[in-house]
């Protein structure tokens, strides 16, 4: 099965989205869904979130499927095409996906802003990390950092996977912190990404 795009540009970003999931994660999986002309491109990078990619498409097109994500970014033509690989099965987030409604508005800053928290948060792991072989202490250095607010209770770990994947983008774009009784999520210039409150992250640093 093959996917039209609207643009060029569509083709470039989504090209861009899955390299970086795949230079994170070279087993990665995404969920592609559409129910009409704009594609869903779901993923789970190893930072304990849930991203989302939208991508336009050329024509309407009913799809729901988890495919890899190497093989969809081998299928990419230089065109607008986009060659669908076999579905495969997927890891545990493909069927916890965060809710479509209910969210609220909790915070408002930029791109630039949330950059800036990522930076101070890395350099502030490092820190604390230098030296440090107990995993169980790292894992508390982790959790201390990367589950910092960043905008309004969004935790600064889902800054850091926006940035990873370049869904911040490099410009200065509007970020917006929403959030449900069991969410809390990013939206971004490129996309939003996910966080499902309770969750801890892992240990990761870029």
Same mark, same amino acid.
Request: proline share 6%; aromatic share 6%; hydrophobic share 45%.
């Given at each position: 099965?093959?996917?039209? /795009? ?10 861009q ?11 990665? =999986? ?14 789970? $990078? ?8 939208? %991508? ?7 799809l ?8 969809? /970014? ?7 095409? @986009?060659?669908?690989? $076999? ?6 987030? %493909?069927?916890?996906?965060? $809710?479509? *409604? ?19 948060? *890395? &350099? &502030? ?8 072989t107990?995993? *169980?202490?790292?894992e ?13 209770? @969004? ?16 410009g ?14 990013? =939206? ?10 309770? /969750?801890?992250?892992e240990?990761? @640093? &870029?």
């Amino acid at each position: 099965m093959r996917l039209s /795009l609207a643009s060029s540009r569509e083709q470039q970003g989504l090209r861009q989205y899955l390299e970086r999931l795949v230079a994170l994660d070279n087993r990665a =999986a995404v969920r592609l869904q559409s129910t009409g002309m704009a594609l869903g491109v779901w993923s789970g $990078p190893p930072f304990d979130v849930v991203a989302l990619k939208p %991508v336009a498409l050329g024509s309407v097109c009913e799809l729901d499927a988890t495919v890899s994500a190497q093989r969809l /970014l081998e299928g990419l033509d230089a065109g607008i095409d @986009v060659h669908l690989p $076999p579905s495969v099965p997927g890891p545990m987030w %493909v069927g916890l996906l965060p $809710p479509r *409604k209910g969210w609220e508005v909790r915070g408002r800053s930029d791109a630039a802003n949330v950059r800036a928290a990522v930076d101070s948060a *890395k &350099f &502030f792991f490092r820190q604390r990390a230098e030296g440090v072989t107990d995993r *169980k202490q790292l894992e508390e250095i982790a959790g201390d950092v990367w589950e910092r607010a960043c905008v309004a209770e @969004v935790p600064v770990r889902a800054a850091h996977a926006a940035d990873a994947l370049g869904l911040l983008g490099p410009g200065d774009g509007a970020v917006i912190a929403y959030a449900t009784d069991s969410w809390t999520r990013l =939206a971004v210039p490129g996309g939003s990404v996910a966080v499902r409150r309770g /969750l801890l992250p892992e240990l990761f @640093v &870029f």
